[in-house]
């Protein structure tokens, strides 16, 4: 009987401390990867790492660095596809926002936005390797620009104790003016990324 007791006790001590823990838990850091499809095509790969912080409950403040793989549209790269060199821009990013969130259950969806700024870098591929290649990008690594970014994105985050695990949707947008507009043929310099990330609580 003193045995079930103790353990009884020690459970709900147990418990409790859990319960504390994740409660004094008000922020998070994360790293993720994913694909990112410009248009849903040609799929490339993402990556980077999130913090996030609670205002409220349902509310947290984000901020997130990352790159993506490649911003440009189907139609360039239809265009691009007819003739023997590829072309691509990938841009580096960091950017800051709100994320409204359900409860403080273990499964959580939650829907997000967030603006920052792109560094964007073209790349050229199919060209004969040495030096010709070589100085084509280095060429054009002196044409990188900086630009807007504007993201949206919902998921699901899974929390265990201190442990968080994210699967979610993101649309980034860069709104640049420059001659790396042109190539979008009329399109939209975006991509649609799908993301998997896992963390801690502290």
Do not use: C
């Not at 499964?107 to 040495?130: C, D, F, K, N, Q």
């Not at 968080?164 to 640049?176: N, P, Q």
Request: glycine residues 14%; without cysteine; hydrophobic residues 45%.
């Amino acid at each position: 009987m003193r045995i079930t007791s103790f353990a009884a006790i020690l459970l709900a001590t147990l418990l409790s401390a859990s319960a504390a823990s994740a409660q004094e838990a008000r922020a998070s850091v994360q790293g993720f990867g994913g694909l990112g499809m410009a248009s849903f095509t040609t799929p490339t790969a993402t990556f980077g790492g999130a913090i996030t912080g609670d205002l409220t409950p349902n509310i947290q403040m984000i901020g997130e660095a990352g790159r993506l793989g490649n911003v440009l549209p189907s139609a360039t790269h239809l265009l691009f596809g007819l003739s023997p060199v590829g072309l691509s821009a990938s841009a580096f990013y960091a950017q800051g926002g709100v994320r409204l969130t359900s409860g403080s259950s273990a499964v959580r969806p939650y829907a997000e936005a967030s603006g920052g700024i792109a560094r964007l870098t073209p790349h050229v591929t199919g060209l004969e390797p040495g030096f010709t290649g070589a100085l084509a990008n280095l060429g054009l690594s002196f044409l990188n620009q900086t630009a807007p970014i504007g993201t949206v994105g919902a998921g699901v985050t899974l929390h265990a104790g201190n442990f968080v695990a994210d699967v979610g949707y993101r649309h980034h947008r860069v709104f640049s003016e420059s001659w790396i507009e042109a190539l979008a043929l009329g399109g939209n310099l975006s991509t649609n990324e799908v993301r998997f990330g896992v963390g801690v609580k502290f």
